[in-house]
T-cell receptor, first 114, second 115 residues
Framework: NAGVTQTPKFQVLKTGQSMTLQCAQD?????MSWYRQDPGMGLRLIHY???????DQGEVPNGYNVSRSTTEDFPLRLLSAAPSQTSVYFC?????????????FGQGTRLTVV | GENVEQHPSTLSVQEGDSAVIKCTYS??????FPWYKQELGKGPQLIID?????GEKKDQRIAVTLNKTAKHFSLHITETQPEDSAVYFC??????????????FGRGTQLTVWP
């Protein structure tokens, strides 16, 4: 099993450009989330999904879009990149049950917006 | 939503000493408290978790304690080794339908273990 795979690992964008960060998991997890990690700020939830076709906003959703057409994939779209979106982005997945369980994280995508 | 505070932000210890990281949470409904370790250039990885029906849990050199009344929980690492050097995150979340699969993280603690 590959677990949670994120691509690309590094990306540099110009202000105003758009791009999609890819996330795929092979554990058949229904829950998937996107977090951003900034120095001194911990991990903040951007968007999450409880299953295919169902998404919801987290703490810092502005400037990002998501969709979930399959159980395996949960891409994060930046519509018009801004320097404030320079960050390390992590995708996570977990098993859907009646209580919270371990979240598995990808290796991260380091994004720089210039 | 849940607010998790974590202290200290940096912690340096000598190899063999103990390290303690403390977290507080705001939502009395939170009942799941995981701890994640993040090594340089990698994603966070779960090292231990505890639920609110348990006051303490141990796994070799790592232990977590929970005080529900005071709304705080702590990570204890004994006999620290250089490979324990990493960023540690605490998290909290209620097992409610609307929050399942979501984690609220503290800001992290950079632990450095000197040989």
């Amino acid at each position: 099993n590959a677990g949670v795979t994120q691509t690309p690992k590094f990306q540099v964008l110009k202000t105003g450009q758009s791009m999609t960060l890819q996330c795929a998991q092979d554990m058949n997890h229904e829950y998937m989330s996107w977090y951003r990690q900034d120095p001194g700020m911990g991990l903040r939830l951007i968007h999450y999904s409880v299953g295919a076709g169902i998404t919801d906003q987290g703490e810092v959703p502005n400037g990002y879009n998501v969709s979930r057409s399959t159980t395996e994939d949960f891409p994060l779209r930046l519509l018009s990149a801004a320097p404030s979106q320079t960050s390390v982005y992590f995708c996570a997945s977990s098993y859907r049950g009646t209580e919270n369980t371990e979240a598995f994280f990808g290796q991260g995508t380091r994004l720089t917006v210039v | 939503g849940e607010n998790v505070e974590q202290h200290p932000s940096t912690l340096s210890v000598q190899e063999g000493d103990s390290a303690v990281i403390k977290c507080t949470y705001s939502d009395s409904a939170s009942n799941y408290f995981p701890w994640y370790k993040q090594e340089l250039g990698k994603g966070p990885q779960l090292i231990i978790d505890i639920r609110s029906n348990v006051g303490e849990k141990k796994d070799q050199r790592i232990a977590v304690t929970l005080n529900k009344t005071a709304k705080h929980f702590s990570l204890h690492i004994t006999e620290t080794q250089p490979e324990d050097s990493a960023v540690y995150f605490c998290a909290a979340t209620p097992d409610r339908g609307s929050t399942l699969g979501r984690l609220y993280f503290g800001r992290g603690t950079q632990l450095t273990v000197w040989p």
